[in-house]
């Protein structure tokens, strides 16, 4: 099926919005017999379904094991050009020969907020003017209602056990935890560190994260994982009201997409030892 190239861009939006990782495969070049002309495109999806075509045969095969290989990839912000002769590379008998760019969709991130209070609600409304998707947990239903929540994307009522269901965390998540306690802090910690986030950061005056942390610790945590954890969270505006705070957060969060892992450079964290907290509510 022909793609309109409205069509495409609608697609892509979806995408990039719903956290959808694709290539759009483009043909920019056309010599001699070849099934498709130059600007032909498909959209393939990490399961290798496609939408669109780029020729059909041997030769789409070929396109779609590329984009799968490359949205696997590490390096899937990166694009590729590739051509192929539809006679030696596909074993086609058209004789001509064309070029493939291949265009990596990038799905929004995730920022998954825990605890939907002041601090988290700001956190949700920046991260999603951000760019972010958004998804809120909070044990508190009156905490997560789509009134108080309009511009989140999923809405979560529960505790850890989420993780077991419909809460979804990965490699490639987000997740910032500021729940009403630190009693509660630590449970999400404890939960999600096996599953390996891309971010995680705790709020918590730098006093009370060491507290928090040599509990963990006593819980058989290592210091090595803890050690990943952004806590005190954010970078050090001398933030103090919810939407200040928000901003440090959402900043260490954008850091860390682009590649920073050691945010304390971009921090002094002894401005850090009385605030970050009172607790959540």
Known sequence: MALKLADIYQEIARMHRDGVPGVVATVVRAEGSTPRSAGARMIIYA????VGSVGGGAIEGTVIDESKALIASEEAAGCKLVTYDLSDDAGM??????????????GAPT?????GGHVGLAVAKIARQSGFRVSVVDDREDMVTAERFPFADDRFVGGVELLENDLRVDADSMVVIVTRGHRY????????LPLGPR?????????????AF???????VSRDELAG?????????GAETPDEIAVSVVAEIIAVRHGIRDTAKLRDK????????????
């Open 111 to 115: 920022v998954t907020v825990i605890g």
């Open 270 to 281: 002894a401005g850090f030892k009385n605030r970050n907290r009172p607790e959540q509510t």
């Open 199 to 211: 971010y995680m950061g705790m709020i918590g005056s730098e006093q009370k994260v060491d507290a």
């Open 93 to 106: 008998t058209c004789g001509g020969s064309i070029e493939v760019f291949l265009e990596p969709i990038a």
């Open 214 to 220: 040599a509990d963990l610790e006593a819980d058989g």
């Open 185 to 192: 802090d630590k449970d999400w910690v404890k939960a999600l």
């Open 229 to 237: 954890i952004h806590a005190p969270i954010g970078l050090d505006i």
């Open 47 to 50: 399961d290798g379904k496609i």
